[in-house]
């Protein structure tokens, strides 16, 4: 037998394994187009690759949101899992929608929203599908969408999910990264007062519905709070991290352990890095 003959008799199990492999990426972004077709009937797929399938009303829109998430996800994945998590998928699905009335049809039908709670979405993801959903119009979505798949496909989907203030900050602090840069930049928080940011208030609230009601508000001293804590107590910001991927229960007592919240020195220092993010 020829040393050629040889090779390929050694080459060959290997080939197939890898092409099966591809015929199963393919097949699970077929899904993935077919999953969406009743909200989007002209879904195409663009991107289909072994780490990241993206469904979209034509390929050039697909290949932009490849590009938004591509360099971003590696950046994450290379400096920040330690705070953000490891995702369990190794796979990103991304679908982009044509408008946001067909992304909510789908989250309601999907993810068994009901009508207000789908209705508030402009972009979401779902944790145990490893995929991400945003709408044409605000593609750029998916860099904020992006942090939130670090930090949900780390942990156990039966788990509960992380305060509204913990995610939805981190994931505003992390979506200005730029991926051939690091840390991200500082925050600026414009409207917020120095006497302004109720910290106790803001880490109890643990239902989305609540956190929206005032979302501008919420939203803008979750920012803030995630900016002081990665750039004053990068340490401590992970622990909590970490222990809220754990459990729901005694958060506010455990941010107090962390983080002494209720003394002197951590609300003069909260206030002076707001002041200097005006």
């Known amino acids: 037998m020829s040393a050629a003959v040889r090779v390929a008799l050694v080459a060959l199990p290997f080939a197939a394994v890898f092409l099966l ?3 199963i990426g393919s097949g699970e972004a077929e ?32 290949r932009q949101a490849g590009a938004l998430v591509r360099g971003f996800r590696d950046a994450l994945a290379a400096r920040y899992t330690d705070l953000l998590g490891a995702p369990r998928f190794e796979r990103m699905v991304v679908v982009v929608f ?4 067909s992304l909510q049809a789908y989250a309601g039908a999907a993810a068994r929203l009901d009508r207000g709670a789908a209705g508030n979405l402009h972009g979401y993801t779902d944790p145990l599908h490893g995929a991400m959903f945003v709408p044409r119009d605000a593609i750029e979505v998916l860099r904020h969408e992006t942090v ?9 989907v039966t788990a509960p999910s992380y305060s509204p203030w913990l995610s939805e900050g981190l994931a505003q602090l992390f979506e200005t990264l730029d991926p051939d840069a690091s ?11 120095l006497d302004g940011l109720d910290v106790d208030r803001l ?22 709070l995630c900016g002081f ?21 005694s958060r506010p007592v455990l941010f107090e352990d962390i983080f002494g919240a209720s003394g002197e020195a951590f609300r003069r220092e909260l206030a002076e890095f707001v002041a200097g993010r005006r």
Request: hydrophobic residues 40%; proline residues 7%.
């Open 98 to 101: 044509p408008d946001v009335e």
């Open 183 to 193: 840390p991200p930049r500082p925050p600026r928080i414009g409207r917020l007062r």
């Open 229 to 249: 804590l990665f750039e004053r107590r990068r340490e401590g910001l992970e622990e909590y991290v970490k222990a809220e991927r754990r459990t729901a229960s």
């Open 148 to 156: 939130h798949w670090f930090m949900e496909t780390a942990r156990d």
């Open 203 to 224: 880490i109890r609230i643990e239902d989305y519905g609540e956190f929206l009601l005032d979302g501008p508000r919420n939203y803008e001293e979750a920012l803030a």
């Open 21 to 23: 492999i591809r015929w």
């Open 31 to 62: 899904r993935w187009r077919a999953r969406v077709e009743a909200q989007f009937p002209d879904a195409v797929v663009g991107v289909d690759e072994d780490a990241l399938i993206v469904v979209a009303e034509d390929v050039a829109t697909a």
